[in-house]
């Protein structure tokens, strides 16, 4: 039997794949929003689009690891016992951003309109898409693999940062449907560019001290949740989200607990 030819630079395949999946997905929201399709399909195809992270890796596994079984590799991204004191502190410190945001925002804001959700079953909703449309469709791909594999030739502070760019700009076609020009848009990228490369470390970080995917999940999960719940201008929102969320990546940076990012491990 023949053997699957292994890719020689993997990452970059990944990458290049991800944002070749992504781009048609897209414009076939932009397209479905145009004719005004039922919210129900925008949210199913929106979804999809998220996912095309998984789809490039799924499709380029065998290239990537020619010995092993995809449903294997999956399983054991969540093999690792979940420790307590791991999710009560990544979670304390987005709650602690997000009342922080929350704060500075409702100054600016009238009584009664700081958030967007205004009944249960539409926060349950919300909350859902948001984890559909999102870190469970990317972390698979950036987090399980292309993390961990640059991680074999550079130290993990280093590989979030590159990830963590790369992640933004397969996010580029957002960006420009988002309503913002000139400086707003310029603002926007900066922000928007920071906030998920300083993510990414926390979540680098996090991961490697339990090194179950469950982590990085919940970590974008809360990430998109808690800025979606916030009514106020979205270049305010990502700003204050880029800011505090740089002073915690710089934290775990100084920290570096068990030398998870940089160091002998």
């Known amino acids: 039997m023949k053997r699957d030819k292994k890719l020689k630079n993997p990452v970059a395949s990944f990458i290049l794949l991800s944002n070749i999946i992504f781009f048609p997905l897209f414009c076939l929201v932009g397209v479905i929003s145009i004719l005004e399709f039922p919210t129900w399909i925008f949210d199913v195809v929106f979804c ?40 009560v502190i990544a979670s304390m410190i987005q709650a602690a951003i997000f009342l922080i945001i929350l704060f500075l925002i409702s100054q600016n804001q ?20 948001n984890l559909l449309a999102g870190p469970l469709g990317e972390e698979l791909g950036w987090r399980s693999f292309a993390q961990i594999e640059l991680q074999k030739q550079h130290s993990p502070l280093k590989a979030s940062i590159i990830i963590g760019f790369w992640w933004g700009m397969w996010h580029l076609p957002i960006w420009f449907t988002t309503g913002f020009v000139g400086i707003d848009l310029i603002k ?78």
């Open 48 to 87: 999809m689009s998220s996912w095309s992270s998984t789809f490039a890796f799924v499709i380029l596994f065998k290239k990537i690891f020619p010995d092993q079984s995809l449903i294997k590799f999956v399983k054991d991204q969540f093999k690792k016992k979940l420790k307590p004191s791991i999710i």
């Open 110 to 129: 009238e009584v009664g309109s700081t958030f967007t959700i205004s009944s249960w079953g539409m926060l349950t909703y919300f909350f859902f898409k």
């Open 188 to 265: 926007y990228i900066l922000f928007f560019m920071i906030a998920l490369i300083s993510t990414k470390i926390i979540m680098t970080a996090f991961y490697n001290l339990n090194q179950n995917l469950i982590i990085p999940i919940m970590i974008h999960q809360f990430f998109n949740f808690y800025i979606g719940l916030i009514n106020g201008n979205m270049i305010d929102l990502i700003m204050y989200s880029a800011i505090f969320y740089l002073v915690a990546a710089v934290l775990m940076i100084v920290i570096n607990p068990k030398n998870v990012l940089y160091g002998d491990s």
